[in-house]
């Protein structure tokens, strides 16, 4: 009954690859979240989509592609992967509207790690 | 600019011991602060959340406050457990749609036997 799950957990691979992480949320929230967190454990927003919509993209290299099928859904696509790709990604989702407290809600993480 | 600093960076204490942790924002608006506990291969997890008129609040041994009008914030963690080892990162919510959410790089707190 994992609230919000990533897969996989763990990401080894060659530069120049291509390679996506999964995202699913059973809390029935209506926005969903990619960060980024580096070796310094600084979290950074990627992206946001509300119900399929993408509301923010930060500074991201065109190379990284998210895709909402649905609201319980958000996928990042990784195009020719570099070895500053290498960090933990983190899906995330949150409640919108009524009732918003901002509390997010993450995901356990997906450590790519590109040599 | 709108910044969340988060001091110390690290800190190890032993087990049983008290400890604070700071957090100060220049965000403004304000909407609320929460603090995050990140365990070790872990997403992060809510702590408690304190809003513009709340002064402190309690989550078991955790304490949170909050002095809006200096803009700083403290976990307190009382009689420390090995369990408490993770990094605590504090996050100011600025009014608006969708969560515009300050990240502070986080206390990384070792809890030793």
């Known amino acids: 009954d994992t609230a919000v799950s990533q897969t996989p957990k763990y990401l080894v691979t060659q530069m120049g690859n291509d390679k996506s992480i999964k995202c699913e949320q059973n809390?029935?929230?209506?926005?969903m979240y990619w960060y980024k967190q580096d070796s310094k454990k600084f979290l950074k927003i990627m992206f946001s989509y509300n119900n399929k919509e993408l509301i923010i993209n930060e500074t991201v290299p065109n190379r990284f592609s998210p895709k909402s099928p649905d609201k319980a859904h958000l996928n990042l696509h990784i195009n020719s992967l570099e070895l500053g790709d290498s960090a933990v990604y983190f899906c995330?989702?949150?409640?919108?509207?009524?009732?918003?407290?901002?509390?997010?809600?993450f995901g356990e993480g997906s450590r790519l790690t590109v040599l | 600019k709108n910044q969340v600093e988060q001091s110390p960076q690290s800190l190890i204490i032993l087990e049983g011991k008290n400890c604070t942790l700071q957090?100060?924002?220049?965000?403004?608006?304000?909407?609320?602060l929460r603090w995050y506990k990140q365990d070790t291969g872990r997403g992060p997890v809510s702590l408690t959340i304190m809003t513009f008129s709340e002064n402190t609040k309690s989550n078991g041994r955790y304490t949170a406050t909050l002095d809006a009008d200096t803009k700083q914030s403290s976990l307190h963690i009382t009689a420390s457990q090995l369990s408490d080892s993770a990094s605590y990162i504090c996050?100011?919510?600025?009014?608006?749609?969708?969560?515009?959410?300050?990240f502070g790089a986080g206390t990384r707190l070792a809890v030793h036997p």
């Open positions: 957090c100060n924002y220049t965000v403004s608006p304000f909407s609320n």
């Open positions: 996050v100011v919510s600025a009014p608006g749609g969708y969560n515009k959410l300050i």
């Open positions: 809390l029935g929230h209506d926005t």
């Open positions: 995330a989702s949150s409640r919108t509207g009524t009732g918003n407290t901002g509390e997010l809600f």
